[in-house]
């Protein structure tokens, strides 16, 4: 057993989703001098052969139902995040951790509060009771402090990631992102074809990223994709970052760490709404929008009104967009709080907990006195979006008509019996 004391790191990990993967590499990094690393993994959704990679190969792997091994004398904290994170997740480990007296922190994650919520809820008293709790958005932020719950204002972990630079035949041209939604239909599939061409009539070769798995195999669906031209590296989230730096533009259809790689790359980039369709309704894509427009990012809510804003001006026009200073910042501060909170650290800075009367405007920039971020483009309605609109009016409208006529009939059947009494 190492002679360093123990950290216990709990994410969706083990996947080969880079997203989340680039999460656990970040805080590797920032703690492996320090501490010895455990990764509990849930091995019936692990993808096989993961132990050979890094970082877990230089990590202790235990198996999700372990929970005694965070009573373990050596173990001196345990950490959950980042990402979207349901309440209660690993509430097995984060309960049993509480139990021993370790020390617990979830950072790097989307949370809220529901406004109907007593102060007396679980909610409350888990967040009050964590060592460190730290939130990656704005709109996290904005509820839970308006909710008087004390938080840091945090960063997404996959900020910090590091890149391993790609040789050159795999340098430059677009790449795009599929996210992988269950069976694509005809329509979705169709717009990709027009995206590719697009971006082919724009100069670009066009190459595909797969971000997880489960994009690999969605990739199948798409005429468009093949070996030669999608690139397989999603297991080791530096490889996908050092393609996204090298590429000239980035187009991501739905997955939210594709933009942050690219923005932290500094690489022209966009999203796309994958429209998602669940018995027969679109679900928006909610996650990049609330990231987009924080940001500043240009979100498209479908292919056609990308290719409508941008026209043949797509090169001249598409420009590359950095995040605020105060990402970095606020990713520097959640460092030092995790490495200090680890340590146990008697000068740990507590003022976060006090910040929940400081609740910022949702969608503003950060700095003080900034402008306003702009909201996502949306750009000309398709004509199947217009027709259906309008026949959603009529439906209405209609409604409206017949509402009307049973009132008019109504009034007209309540006079009869009057008359009739009469």
Same mark, same amino acid.
């Given at each position: ?43 019936? &959704? ?16 235990? &198996? %999700? ?18 990402? @979207? ?26 949370? @809220? ?45 996959? !900020? ?48 595909? !990223? ?88 240009? $979100? ?9 804003? %941008?026209?043949?001006? $797509? ?11 105060? %990402? ?6 959640? $460092? ?25 405007? $949702? ?55 009057? @008359?009739?009494?009469?």
């Amino acid at each position: 057993m190492s002679s360093k004391p123990s950290v216990v790191l709990l994410g969706f990990f083990a996947r080969g989703n880079a997203g989340d993967e680039a999460f656990l590499h970040v805080q590797h990094d920032l703690l492996k001098d320090d501490f010895h690393i455990i990764v509990p993994i849930e091995h019936k &959704n692990a993808y096989e052969g993961f132990q050979s990679w890094e970082p877990y190969n230089q990590c202790e792997i235990i &198996n %999700y139902d372990d929970v005694p091994r965070v009573y373990g004398s050596d173990v001196a904290a345990l950490h959950i995040g980042g990402g @979207s994170l349901p309440f209660g997740f690993s509430g097995q480990f984060l309960m049993s951790a509480l139990d021993a007296q370790k020390r617990t922190m979830i950072t790097g994650v989307d949370s @809220s509060v529901k406004s109907a919520l007593g102060r007396d809820h679980i909610r409350f008293d888990i967040y009050n009771r964590l060592d460190l709790f730290s939130v990656r958005t704005t709109k996290s932020i904005f509820n839970l402090r308006k909710a008087g719950v004390g938080v840091h204002h945090g960063a997404d972990w996959a !900020l910090g990631l590091k890149s391993i630079e790609p040789p050159e035949h795999k340098r430059g041209g677009a790449l795009v992102t599929l996210r992988n939604f269950g069976t694509p239909d005809q329509e979705h599939i169709e717009a990709v074809n027009r995206l590719h061409a697009y971006l082919e009539r724009q100069g670009h070769r066009v190459r595909y !990223l797969p971000f997880a798995p489960d994009d690999q195999r969605f990739m199948k669906f798409f005429p468009t994709a093949n070996a030669d031209n999608t690139e397989l590296c999603w297991h080791d989230p530096r490889q996908v970052k050092g393609l996204i730096g090298a590429a000239d533009v980035v187009v991501s259809v739905g997955r939210l760490h594709t933009l942050i790689m690219s923005m932290t790359s500094q690489v022209p980039t966009l999203a796309i709404d994958p429209k998602i369709m669940v018995d027969g309704k679109h679900i928006l894509n909610r996650k990049n929008v609330f990231f987009c427009e924080e940001v500043g990012l240009p $979100f498209y809510y479908s292919v056609d009104d990308m290719i409508a804003e %941008y026209g043949d001006d $797509f090169n001249s026009r598409v420009k590359a967009i950095d995040f605020a200073p105060d %990402y970095y910042e606020r990713l520097k501060q959640q $460092f030092d709080l995790v490495l200090k909170t680890a340590r146990g650290d008697a000068e740990v800075d507590k003022s976060w907990r006090a910040g929940a009367a400081a609740v910022p405007s $949702f969608g503003a920039a950060a700095a003080p006195g900034a402008a306003p971020l702009p909201k996502p483009v949306k750009g000309p309605d398709s004509p199947e979006r217009a027709a259906a609109r309008e026949a959603k009016r009529e439906a209405k409208r209609q409604e409206r008509i017949r509402a009307k006529a049973d009132e008019q009939a109504a009034k007209g059947g309540e006079t009869t019996e009057r @008359s009739d009494a009469a």
